[in-house]
């Protein structure tokens, strides 16, 4: 009853940028926080950052001063602008959202992923 649809992964080269969109779906009464989370290859899922309602961000420390999460309420998207990408942001990105449906369930959706790879 609620999806969340990523967009933007993609192959890039050391340096380069990348803009991940999330878009909210379905029954939606409101959105809590949402977040991206990223699991490398062998490595377990790990947050990579979230942002409130309000606006309050956070930030895994090996992003920080790389990576912009931002989101629009209007249109229920989250954003990631992620710049001066490294092999080491190789991997699965997951958009994550808390959502309140029109019918007052709380729920914990995630989305189906999107692959970034950064080569050298």
């Known amino acids: 009853q609620v999806q969340l649809v990523e967009t933007g992964g993609g192959l890039v080269q050391i340096g380069a940028s990348l803009r991940l969109s999330c878009a909210a779906s379905?029954?939606?009464?409101?959105?809590?926080?949402m977040g991206w989370y990223r699991q490398a290859p062998g490595k377990e899922r790990e947050l990579v950052a979230t942002?409130?309602?309000?606006?309050?961000?956070i930030y895994v420390d090996s992003v920080k001063g790389r990576f912009t999460i931002s989101r629009d309420n209007a249109k229920n998207m989250v954003y990631l602008q992620m710049n001066s990408l490294k092999p080491v942001d190789t991997a699965v990105y997951y958009c994550?959202?808390?959502?309140?449906?029109?019918?007052?369930?709380?729920?914990?959706?995630w989305g189906q992923g999107t692959l970034v790879t950064v080569s050298s």
């Open positions: 994550n959202a808390g959502v309140k449906t029109v019918r007052f369930e709380i729920l914990e959706v």
């Open positions: 379905g029954r939606i009464f409101s959105i809590n926080a």
């Open positions: 942002i409130s309602s309000g606006g309050s961000t």
